[in-house]
């Protein structure tokens, strides 16, 4: 079969690369997988074939105004992208905007329309005209895939019916994805932070309504020295996390977003922290940071609840709270075989669930029945 996907975004982060591993999955089940972006260095180095296309911003309250007159142009520019593209069996959608546009398209621009939904329907699109727009394109559509059972929920308390809705994991590549131990040295060794010193991760889109700032207050209110933070990440943020990291002094590690190397970052780590949005699906960066072997501790439970489990490692009763999440740091800290235990216990789960060679086979399970009804 042929996946043709569609992703615009302004910067890539947690969803832009679940959507690359998912195309991935597919390539190697000997399946043609196009990609349509204009991220294009989310997928170097991957099994996927990129093309350039400029749609514009993603869908929000305060891109609206702009889109909105433009809107017949960008549908003719996806028309004309996927014109080229045809013939093709899936045509997959990401994001609203896309999906939007999508639901315009003539019936042989999308032969199977998919919608893959990587966290919680946006507030916008819940109520009002948004809600409206979301559920008349929805209609149109032939499979949803929620990447939790938490997406799951939101869609149908929306009102898609669930029988359209099915539960499709993030595809991990597990061997890009594992524990490191070359890839553990070069990073600490590139960051000038000793073999014995302590580590607490953060991989995330350094973005506002990401609350990292938390994950570098908690480090600087445990008072060691023994102890180095890793922030990994882009966006808007990144100087307002850099002013709250100064009191670390040299033991703050700023470091682009990690793409391919996203396996060596986490084995970096000794414990990997996550600090969630509201709108958070199944974070990539608590799976990477699971099939490094890494516990993970999160700053709320939104996306990570039945994913971060007692004895692989922790939410935090307080949320977003600096205080509290320092206290469970220094329980790991100060417990290295908690650390091996729980971490070993994080990647069998992230081996049983992600493995991405898994979920490209229930994708085709989900598809291929539809195809022989065509």
Request: include cysteine.
């Amino acid at each position: 079969m042929k996946f043709v996907s569609v992703m615009t975004s302004e910067s890539p982060g947690g969803g832009e690369f679940a959507a690359v591993n998912m195309l991935e999955a597919l390539a190697k089940r000997g399946h043609s997988a196009v990609l349509l972006t204009d991220q294009p260095e989310i997928a170097d180095g991957r099994e996927v074939e990129v093309r350039s296309i400029d749609l514009g911003p993603k869908l929000s309250r305060s891109s609206y105004g702009h889109l909105a007159p433009r809107w017949p142009r960008l549908l003719q520019t996806l028309r004309e992208a996927l014109g080229r593209e045809a013939p093709y069996d899936a045509l997959v959608l990401h994001f609203k905007k896309e999906q939007l546009l999508g639901s315009l398209l003539p019936k042989r621009l999308r032969p199977r329309l998919i919608w893959a939904e990587w966290g919680p329907v946006p507030r916008q699109m819940t109520r009002g005209p948004g809600r409206l727009a979301y559920l008349a394109a929805a209609r149109r559509t032939d499979l949803i895939f929620a990447v939790s059972a938490g997406t799951r929920d939101s869609l149908q308390g929306v009102g898609i019916p669930g029988r359209c809705v099915h539960i499709v994991p993030n595809a991990v590549p597990v061997g890009r994805a594992q524990f490191s131990a070359e890839g553990r040295a070069r990073v600490r060794s590139q960051c000038g932070i000793p073999d014995d010193a302590l580590v607490v991760g953060c991989v995330s889109r350094f973005h506002a309504k990401k609350p990292n700032a938390v994950a570098v207050d908690a480090v600087v209110e445990l008072g060691r020295d023994d102890v180095h933070l890793i922030m990994a990440g882009e966006g808007e943020d990144e100087a307002n996390l850099r002013r709250h990291a100064e009191p670390l002094g040299e033991r703050a590690h700023f470091l682009p977003t990690p793409g391919p190397d996203i396996a060596n970052i986490c084995s970096a780590f000794d414990v990997s922290v996550f600090c969630p949005s509201p709108t958070e699906g199944a974070p990539l960066a608590v799976i990477h940071s699971m099939f490094a072997g890494r516990p993970c501790v999160a700053t709320g439970d939104e996306g990570v609840a039945g994913l971060i489990v007692p004895g692989a490692g922790a939410i935090a009763s307080s949320e977003h709270d600096s205080g509290a999440l320092a206290e469970i740091l220094r329980e790991y800290l100060d417990d290295a075989s908690r650390r091996e235990r729980e971490g070993a216990a994080a990647l069998e789960i992230a081996e049983r669930t992600f493995a991405a060679s898994a979920v490209a086979a229930k994708i085709e399970t989900l598809v291929e029945p539809r195809r022989s009804h065509q």
